[in-house]
C-alpha cells in the first residue's frame, strides 16, 4: 500500500522555524520526485518545492526561495522541508506529493500520490 505520511506542522509566530517531513511507504523511493504543495482556505493547490530523488535536483517557488529548504533522506524514504522566516500568508494545509517525472511538474494532475495533508499557521 503506498502511503505518504506529512508531519511537523503546527502554530508558530512570524518570523519562527516549523520542519515537515514527508514519509514515503509502498514505491519505489528514488525513482520518484517528491513535491511539497500548499492550499490556503479559498484558494487553489500551488507548488512550494519539489526535489527529484533520481538526480538531486531541487525547485523552490519565488515566494519561499531563499527561506525554505527541501532534502532528502534516501536511506529513511524521507523527505523534509525546513521552512524558517514564517510568515502569515505561509499559512495553509501542507500536503507532499509523489511523481515519476524526473522533473519537478507545477501541475497537480501530474502527481499519482499524495498525503492527508499537515496545518501550518503562522501568526502575526
Known amino acids: 500500500e503506498v502511503q505518504l505520511v506529512e508531519s511537523g506542522g503546527g502554530l508558530v509566530q512570524a518570523g519562527g522555524s516549523l520542519r515537515l517531513s514527508c514519509a514515503a511507504s509502498g514505491f519505489t523511493f528514488d525513482d520518484y520526485a517528491i513535491a511539497w504543495f500548499r492550499q490556503a482556505p479559498g484558494k487553489e493547490r500551488e507548488g512550494v518545492s519539489c526535489i527529484s530523488n533520481s538526480n538531486g535536483n531541487t525547485y523552490y517557488d519565488d515566494s519561499v526561495r531563499g527561506r525554505f529548504t527541501i532534502s532528502s533522506d534516501n536511506a529513511k524514504n524521507t523527505v523534509y522541508l525546513q521552512m524558517n522566516s514564517l510568515k502569515p500568508r505561509d499559512t495553509a494545509v501542507y500536503y507532499c506529493?509523489?511523481?515519476?517525472?524526473?522533473?519537478?511538474?507545477?501541475?497537480?494532475?501530474?502527481?499519482?500520490?499524495w498525503g492527508q495533508g499537515t496545518q501550518v499557521t503562522v501568526s502575526s
Open positions: 506529493a509523489a511523481t515519476t517525472a524526473r522533473t519537478c511538474p507545477q501541475e497537480t494532475y501530474n502527481y499519482d500520490y
